[in-house]
């Protein structure tokens, strides 16, 4: 079975341009390098370190834990001369300039992937298939996330902040002060935890929902398929030599409406697909609006069925010097943001 992520160098990640800085601006653009951190971790290490608010750091994409990962934030309020008087530890921070506006999710073009895979025998078939399906990964789903968020999209908020309570230490104090105080008031609770980290939930919960579309999209246009396991369920990839069109899927929100009502057939046929899912759930698009807490209802939008993959490499066998008697590659590959690289590597090796 191939390894990949047995050290963070062996999956390397740097965002592709996005941004033109300016010499002024109310919000300090930084890069930071890190390792065996994740974007969320790292925020909360900068806000700490600057003694600036949480809601006061924003970055254009979240990135792995188990890696070696370059990434950009934004800090409000922060001069170049207060950066470098702090020491952020394993953090190398660097500032690149200034912005009026803070960094949010999509302010990239994509990210660059260098990854050695171990543990192979050597004869692995290393060309790139030809239609890789656009999952989320696991990294969207961490540790109980869409959990999370289903039962704030129910709106069942006391459930909510009982499985949040039980996974992360730092928020249940926060939650546990909150309630000392104030008995009973779930959704009050609940706006003491950062936006980003309730929007995290949220948006773990959509993108499961997307990715069942998906896997039936594929399970319905391609021949033949081969099933990987993941921790919610399985994906289905057609298989190396197979060709599937790409489509736009939608991603189920208050904004989507089934234009082709309940007809698989037609040639827009995806919003049957959400619309099917949504009915087994039990939800319509308006339970996508959460008015109880401000600024997190979902839209919703489309996505891509296919990865865009651009300049992949794959270098030649090599002996794997941690794994003796086997052998390593090393792959590389430019992907759009919002793409994951793990998938890349799933429908390369077949599993």
Request: hydrophobic share 40%; charged share 25%.
């Amino acid at each position: 079975m191939y390894i990949v992520k047995h050290v963070p160098e062996d999956f390397v990640v740097e965002e592709i341009g996005g941004t033109d800085f300016k010499e002024r601006g109310r919000f300090l653009i930084v890069k930071v390098t890190k390792r065996l951190r994740n974007t969320e971790e790292t925020a909360q290490l900068l806000g700490r370190g600057l003694r600036i608010p949480r809601k006061d750091i924003g970055y254009a994409g979240a990135k792995d834990r188990n890696a070696l990962t370059t990434q950009r934030f934004s800090l409000r309020d922060v001069t170049t001369e207060r950066l470098a008087a702090v020491a952020f530890g394993d953090l190398a921070v660097e500032p690149l300039g200034h912005l009026d506006e803070p960094l949010g999710l999509g302010a990239l073009e994509g990210n660059r992937f260098t990854i050695t895979v171990r543990n192979l025998d050597g004869d692995e078939d290393l060309s790139l298939p030809a239609s890789i399906p656009n999952y989320f990964d696991e990294q969207r789903f961490g540790t109980g996330n869409a959990a999370i968020g289903e039962t704030l999209l129910r709106k069942r908020f006391a459930d909510a902040l009982a499985l949040i309570k039980s996974s992360t230490p730092r928020e249940a104090a926060l939650i546990s002060e909150y309630e000392d105080e104030h008995p009973g008031d779930a959704v009050g609770a609940l706006l003491r935890l950062p936006r980003q980290l309730l929007r995290m939930y949220l948006h773990s919960f959509q993108s499961l929902l997307w990715n069942r579309a998906l896997a039936e999209y594929v399970r319905t246009t391609a021949k033949k398929i081969s099933s990987v396991p993941y921790s919610q369920g399985g994906f289905l990839f057609p298989v190396r030599g197979e060709t599937v069109r790409n489509a736009s899927i939608p991603i189920p929100g208050f904004g989507f409406i089934n234009d082709n009502g309940t007809d698989k057939n037609t040639n827009t046929g995806r919003d049957y697909l959400i619309q099917r899912i949504l009915e087994q759930e039990g939800l319509t698009p308006r339970d996508f609006v959460i008015r109880q807490l401000p600024n997190l209802s979902l839209e919703g939008g489309s996505r891509d069925a296919l990865i865009a993959v651009k300049e992949f490499s794959a270098s030649a066998f090599a002996d794997d010097d941690l794994f003796p008697g086997k052998k390593k590659t090393t792959i590389s590959f430019a992907l759009p943001r919002g793409s994951y690289a793990t998938i890349v590597v799933k429908a390369i090796m077949g599993r």
